[in-house]
């Protein structure tokens, strides 16, 4: 049977001997772990000037798409890992932020937008932290 992507994340923290915890779990190293996570996304992102470039110097659409989806890929398994290193029930917390972007459609279910076209929040947003934090309290309570 195929192991699912979190399942695949969990053996690799463990293959390479990263945290992985079942709990929401902050180390004492919390500001070195993050800054060291942020340097990693830095050297992903600015692997997007690396396409840009591939793209402007005539590179076919197929070789453009199978580096973004390399680079798109890269950084979920890095921030899938990471939210492993710290016990984030990630797919859960997904969930829920999409579930609040869904709530700021209007009250007709359609985009609200301003005369920017930038999207407004509707009548019905709710911010997802509160939920996240409760998630996160029950994760860390059914220990």
């Known amino acids: 049977m195929k192991r699912t992507f979190?399942?695949?994340?969990?053996?690799?923290?463990?293959?390479?001997g990263l945290p992985a915890?079942?709990?929401?779990?902050?180390?004492?190293?919390?500001q070195d772990r993050l800054k060291?996570?942020?340097?990693?996304?830095?050297?992903?992102?600015?692997?997007?000037d690396d396409i840009v470039k591939l793209a402007d110097d005539g590179a076919s659409k197929e070789d453009v798409a199978v580096?973004?989806?390399?680079?798109?890929?890269d950084?979920?398994?890095?921030?899938?890992?990471?939210?492993?290193k710290y016990g984030i029930p990630l797919e859960q917390?997904?969930?829920?932020?999409?579930?609040?972007?869904?709530?700021?459609?209007?009250?007709?279910?359609?985009?609200?937008?301003d005369s920017n076209g930038k999207f407004l929040k509707g009548p019905n947003y709710w911010r997802p932290e509160p939920k996240?934090?409760?998630?996160?309290?029950?994760a860390s309570a059914n220990t």
């Open 21 to 30: 915890h079942s709990t929401p779990t902050i180390p004492e190293n919390v």
């Open 36 to 48: 060291k996570f942020k340097a990693t996304l830095a050297d992903e992102v600015n692997e997007i």
């Open 132 to 138: 996240i934090r409760e998630l996160l309290d029950s």
């Open 75 to 84: 950084v979920i398994v890095y921030c899938r890992s990471e939210a492993l």
């Open 67 to 73: 580096a973004i989806a390399d680079l798109l890929g």
């Open 93 to 113: 917390v997904l969930d829920l932020i999409m579930d609040s972007n869904e709530s700021k459609l209007g009250a007709d279910g359609k985009p609200i937008y």
């Open 6 to 16: 979190a399942e695949r994340i969990a053996l690799m923290n463990s293959m390479y």
